[in-house]
């Protein structure tokens, strides 16, 4: 390890991440010497930049869109996790010279929901998910493993969830996007893992009287922190989480592995990368 490790965010583009802030706010925190920074990175310049940078001094990167998937061709150990999602989001740079890839979305989501809704028990009845895409991938993987016994998916491209379906298994149930208000009946968890609702984007417009009113809602969008889908399923009397604590709790195991601290996620850390 060098004496000042380096850190840093691998995506394009990378100007709005909050892992800088985050990050940076951890080492001052906790007084270690390091640095993180945003790299922006096309898809042409990838490879050669995650050869290059043990040699600048790094010690590892996260991984963000849209190289999550591509990252995984330039690792020489990919985790079970992150090979069952077909994503890395936390690559470590071995001193000699390996590259080590993980997935901790799923392990962000699972914490998010620990902190924010410490009484909804995985294993108490079916999750909802609405969306297929990438993030989905990685919530169903973690519910999966933290024994979720039913999982109700709606996307809006039907055969794409279909596709989840054929890959996760058959405690997957794909429901049609019209009628995604239906998954609700029965669900003590939905999540919603589209862009809809997010700052400039529409909103997730599901009826939600089917919603029980106490069912744990979260949103992986967190521009807005509280979304147009949250602040419904708050007035039907629901448990929500926000999506930033998403974020947060995924930079947890790699900040950890790169200097050697565990850092905490509370409400100082919000307001750092708020702020
Ligand atoms: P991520 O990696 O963040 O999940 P993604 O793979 O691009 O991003 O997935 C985006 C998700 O948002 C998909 O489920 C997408 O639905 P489609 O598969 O039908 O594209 C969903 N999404 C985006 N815009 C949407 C919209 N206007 N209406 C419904 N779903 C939308």
């Avoid at 691998?10 to 802030?21: E, Q, T």
């Avoid at 709606?154 to 429901?175: H, Q």
């Avoid at 529409?202 to 967190?222: C, F, G, N, W």
Wanted: net charge neutral; hydrophobic share 45%.
């Amino acid at each position: 390890m060098t004496d000042f490790p380096k850190a840093g965010v691998i995506g394009n583009p990378i100007a709005h991440s909050l892992s800088p802030k985050l990050h940076n706010y951890w080492l001052k925190r906790y007084g270690l010497s390091g640095s993180y920074t945003a790299l922006q990175v096309t898809d042409d310049n990838l490879e050669t930049t995650i050869r290059a940078l043990p040699d600048k001094g790094f010690i590892g990167a996260n991984v963000t869109i849209p190289h999550k998937v591509s990252v995984l061709q330039f690792a020489h150990h990919v985790t079970d996790r992150a090979t069952l999602i077909g994503a890395a989001n936390t690559l470590i740079f071995k001193e000699d010279g390996r590259i080590f890839a993980d997935n901790t979305d799923g392990y962000g989501f699972l914490a998010n929901l620990k902190q924010g809704a410490p009484n909804w028990d995985p294993k108490s009845g079916p999750a909802a998910i609405f969306g297929a895409g990438g993030a989905a991938r990685a919530i169903i993987v973690a519910l999966a493993d933290a024994g979720v016994p039913e999982i109700l998916l709606s996307n809006r491209t039907r055969p794409k969830a279909e596709a989840l379906r054929a890959e996760f298994g058959a405690r997957i149930r794909v429901i049609d996007w019209v009628q995604a208000g239906t998954m609700l009946v029965d669900a003590n968890i939905v999540i919603n893992t589209t862009s809809l609702g997010m700052k400039g984007a529409q909103e997730l417009k599901v009826p939600l009287d089917d919603l029980r009113s106490d069912a744990v809602v979260t949103d992986i969008v967190y521009t807005p922190l509280r979304t147009p889908f949250l602040v419904a399923a708050e007035q039907h009397g629901c448990t929500t989480v926000d999506g930033l604590g998403m974020l947060l709790h995924q930079g947890v195991p790699g900040f950890e592995r790169w200097f050697g601290t565990r850092p905490e996620v509370d409400e100082d850390t919000r307001r750092a990368v708020l702020a």
